[in-house]
Nanobody
Framework: QVQLVESGGGLVQPGGSLRLSCAAS????????LGWYRQAPGKQRELVAS???????NYAESLNGRHTISRDNIKNTVYLQMNSLKPEDTAVYYC?????????WGQGTQVTVSS
């Protein structure tokens, strides 16, 4: 059974940081491209960052370098370090694993940036 389980979300003040984690099981983790997506209320789900099996990364331009994606193929976990958080970063954050036609999503974790 494939599972992707996100954690690390919560309430943070503007300018703060959070690190999201997504632990995967049931897949050959090291072969997958992993991505973080987010969906704010009333908006479409959008890519935040992704990392390929070879370690190449891709980020949404709007982030301006504030976030960093990384993966640990021993722990089968992908991380998203989020810095200098803004209220507009408020969303449900999802991780996704993709390998060819195979695609799996986690259940999401809420991030709220508010004072």
């Amino acid at each position: 059974q494939v599972q992707l389980v996100e954690s690390g979300g919560g309430l943070v003040q503007p300018g703060g940081s959070l690190r999201l984690s997504c632990a995967a099981s049931g897949i050959s983790f090291s072969h997958y491209t992993l991505g973080w997506y987010r969906q704010a209320p009333g908006k479409q789900r959008e890519l935040v960052a992704s990392v390929t099996s070879g370690g190449s990364t891709n980020y949404a331009e709007s982030l301006n370098g504030r976030h960093t994606i990384s993966r640990d193929n021993i722990k089968n976990t992908v991380y998203l370090q989020m810095n200098s958080l803004k209220p507009e970063d408020t969303a449900v954050y999802y991780c996704k694993g993709k390998l060819g036609p195979l695609e799996y999503w986690g259940q999401g974790t809420q991030v709220t940036v508010s004072s």
